[in-house]
C-alpha cells in the first residue's frame, strides 16, 4: 500500500506562490496514477490536477487553475508536486494528494489512497 504525506501550505497573498508535496512511501509508486484534489469551507471536493504513471506523463487541469497551476511527478524520490501561481483568494482550500489506478480521474472516490491534507490560505 502507499502512504502519503502532503506538505508546504501555508499563509500567502494573493498573485503570489507555493510548491505542495505529496511524499509517498512503498516501492510501486511509479506505477500509481496520481491527483491534487481541494475542499474549501462550505464547498464540495474539487478536482485539481492529475498525473498518469508512465514516465512521459500526461497531465490534466481543471478549468480554474489551467494555465496557473503545474503538477509534476519524480518517481526516483517518490514524490509529487504542485506548483501554484498567480495565487488567487478563492483557492484557499485543503488541498490533498491521491493515489490510485484509476478509470475516472476526477472522481475522488476513484483513489485507493489519500494524505492528511495541508492547509492553503491565500490573503487578499
Known amino acids: 500500500q502507499v502512504q502519503l504525506v502532503e506538505s508546504g501550505g501555508e499563509l500567502v497573498q494573493a498573485g503570489g506562490s507555493l510548491r505542495l508535496t505529496c511524499a509517498a512511501s512503498?516501492?510501486?509508486?511509479?506505477?500509481?496514477?496520481m491527483a491534487w484534489f481541494r475542499q474549501a469551507p462550505g464547498k464540495e471536493q474539487e478536482f485539481v490536477a492529475f498525473?498518469?504513471?508512465?514516465?512521459?506523463?500526461?497531465?490534466y487541469y481543471a478549468d480554474a487553475v489551467k494555465g496557473r497551476f503545474t503538477i509534476s511527478r519524480d518517481n526516483a524520490k517518490s514524490a509529487v508536486y504542485l506548483q501554484m501561481n498567480s495565487l488567487k483568494p478563492e483557492d484557499t482550500a485543503v488541498y490533498s494528494c491521491?493515489?490510485?489506478?484509476?478509470?475516472?480521474?476526477?472522481?475522488?472516490?476513484?483513489?485507493?489512497?489519500w494524505g492528511q491534507g495541508t492547509q492553503v490560505t491565500v490573503s487578499s
Open positions: 512503498g516501492r510501486t509508486f511509479s506505477s500509481y496514477q
Open positions: 491521491a493515489a490510485g489506478r484509476v478509470t475516472d480521474y476526477e472522481l475522488p472516490g476513484a483513489y485507493d489512497y
Open positions: 498525473i498518469n504513471w508512465w514516465s512521459d506523463a500526461n497531465t
